[in-house]
């Protein structure tokens, strides 16, 4: 080592040694698990793809079913680091795009894949990073290339999309329902003030067993996936309603700190029950006044939101109550109801009421539900009842609606649509490959390199649908060579067909995403030399 230190830098090849090994070690085992992680979910990708039963080992032995990456890699209990950072791959495919979690996190294990070969080849990471993110730009540009702009009042594209994302899901059979719910619920959002912005909080989704997934439907108004308040015979159906969403408790007070009041004889027993009842009653004639006629109520933590009492009251003068309103809902409701949320009983005006038609209480398979329909100068929101004979098939029924409804979404936000069945994989690889050519050195070697590794989604797909992936992809390459930009894989004929004339089409944006979160990810992963371990 001193010598080296002393020598002149003429050829640091033969004057000095620096033991790599265990920088190799590292960078090696992150691969590996890594593309552990990208194995384990290559099988679910596609329409003919795998679904996955994901089993928790703890005492709550919950079970789910699902084909969703993102799910699936939330739910495994990963340790190495780069195993890890792979899940967050997905997690953040999930937020920027919604779909093509899968998709990433393929792309992401194959591109490690190469990036060993190349490692081992000689190639220094750092260069294989820099290119890998020249590539990554480059292939975006590709994708420019081939995306078809599609506006938003062509509804019928908008459900091709839907269907593509839903049709590789558990309920894809139902998915000629879902695709054109999730559309007009995701459209009924859109506000033309802000026709780019689509904000999915604005639709909710109620799940409720009992029935098929063919009877989700979405509905004009509310939901409350609870009873309305059956005390003291209260109504359970009110025509012309004013409904009053509350914050405060219809109940007597109480201390502000722990205190107990020792009651020593019936005279004080009976003035404090009159009170109470004074209290309570005074507060119910100030909500009749105001003309209300439905109650909603919001969960308190403090004490009691309604007592017995109080509710017998709020019957007596025909209010329907629904009480235990969450916390975070209340926005939803009052948005919806374009009404006011009351935090005080003084504050309670009648101009702080929303207006609905009907509000009743119907039963919906084994439980029962209040509707609100009707609803006054709506606000821009949906609310989507799924159904279904069992709870895992009602929870991946709301997983895919959601991702059908982040494409909608990524179509709002940005209005290129592009085929899908392997095509734009495919169409990048080529292009990429030949700009290689053009390039010199380590990096034209690089690039040739990992736009080879795009192949495998093209590769997967035949893989899934159980087809002969080399011939599959070797025609696929043909049909591009020859200008065909469109040719993708037809799982259902098994063949090489315009994949846009099978309706297969996705949003830009998934895919641009897909590829530059991948690229970004592996980068990060080859520029890891140590695991530093601190308490
Ligand atoms: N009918 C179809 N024919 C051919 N390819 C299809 C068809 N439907 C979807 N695909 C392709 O399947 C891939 C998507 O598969 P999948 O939906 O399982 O995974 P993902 O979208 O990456 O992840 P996830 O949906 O779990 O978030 C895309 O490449 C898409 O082009
Ligand atoms: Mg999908």
């Excluded at 990096?443 to 035949?462: G, H, N, Q, R, W």
Aim: include cysteine; hydrophobic fraction near 45%; aromatic fraction near 2%.
């Amino acid at each position: 080592m001193a010598a080296a230190a002393t020598a002149p830098a003429v050829s640091r090849k033969t004057e000095t040694y620096t033991d790599t090994k265990r920088r190799d070690d590292v960078r090696g085992a992150n691969i590996a698990a890594a593309r552990a992680v990208a194995d384990a979910v290559r099988t679910s990708l596609g329409p003919r793809g795998m679904d996955k039963m994901i089993a928790s080992g703890d005492q709550a032995h919950e079970v789910i079913i699902t084909n969703d990456g993102a799910t699936i890699l939330s739910r495994m209990s990963l340790v190495q680091p780069a195993a890890r950072m792979l899940a967050e791959l997905s997690r953040s495919q999930d937020a920027a795009a919604g779909d093509g979690t899968t998709t990433v996190v393929v792309l992401a294990g194959s591109l490690l894949r190469r990036a060993q070969t190349l490692l081992s080849a000689g190639a220094h990471p750092t260069a294989a990073a820099d290119a890998l993110h020249r590539l990554a730009t480059r292939a975006v540009d590709v994708l420019h290339g081939m995306a078809i702009p599609v506006e938003l009042s062509d509804r019928e594209s908008l459900v091709k999309s839907a269907s593509t994302a839903l049709n590789s899901k558990v309920v894809s059979q139902y998915s000629s329902l879902l695709s054109p719910l999730a559309v007009d619920a995701a459209l009924s959002v859109v506000d033309p003030a802000h026709p780019d912005l689509l904000d999915l909080r604005d639709i909710r989704i109620v799940k409720k067993l009992g029935g098929t997934v063919d009877d989700t439907e979405l509905v004009r108004g509310l939901i409350f996936d609870k009873k309305a308040s059956h005390a003291a015979g209260g109504p359970t159906r009110v025509e012309n309603a004013k409904i009053a969403v509350i914050q405060f408790q219809v109940s007597p007070p109480k201390t502000d700190i722990e205190q107990s009041v020792i009651v020593s004889d019936y005279a004080q027993m009976d003035r404090i029950l009159r009170e109470e009842r004074n209290y309570i009653l005074g507060m119910v004639k100030k909500i009749k006044a105001a003309g209300c006629n439905v109650l909603l109520i919001q969960k308190s933590i403090l004490r009691d939101a309604v007592t017995d009492l109080s509710l017998h009251y709020l019957a007596k003068a025909k209010i329907l109550v629904v009480k235990d309103v969450e916390r975070d809902e209340i926005e939803f409701v009052t948005k919806t109801l374009n009404c006011l949320p009351i935090a005080n009983i003084e504050h309670f005006r009648a101009d702080k009421l929303g207006h609905a038609d009907l509000v009743e209480e119907v039963s919906v398979g084994e439980g029962k539900v209040v509707k609100i329909t009707g609803i006054k100068d709506m606000g821009r929101t949906a609310t989507v009842l799924v159904r279904g004979s069992n709870q895992l098939v009602i929870d991946e029924a709301d997983r895919s609606l959601h991702d059908a409804l982040c494409v909608i979404r990524c179509l709002v936000n940005k209005r290129f649509m592009i085929a899908g069945g392997g095509a734009p994989e495919i169409e990048m690889s080529m292009q990429l490959a030949a700009w290689a050519k053009e390039l010199q050195g380590m990096e034209s070697y690089c690039i040739k390199e990992f736009a080879d590794a795009l192949e495998v989604i093209p590769y997967t797909l035949a893989e899934n649908a159980g087809l002969n992936p080399i011939a599959i992809v070797t025609e696929l390459r043909n049909r591009h060579a020859k200008g065909e930009k469109n040719a993708g894989i037809n799982v259902r004929k098994g063949q090489i067909t315009n994949i846009l004339e099978e309706n297969v089409v996705q949003p830009l944006l998934v895919s641009t995403s897909a590829i530059t979160l991948a690229c970004e990810c592996v980068r990060m992963i080859l520029k890891i030399d140590d695991i530093v371990t601190v308490r």
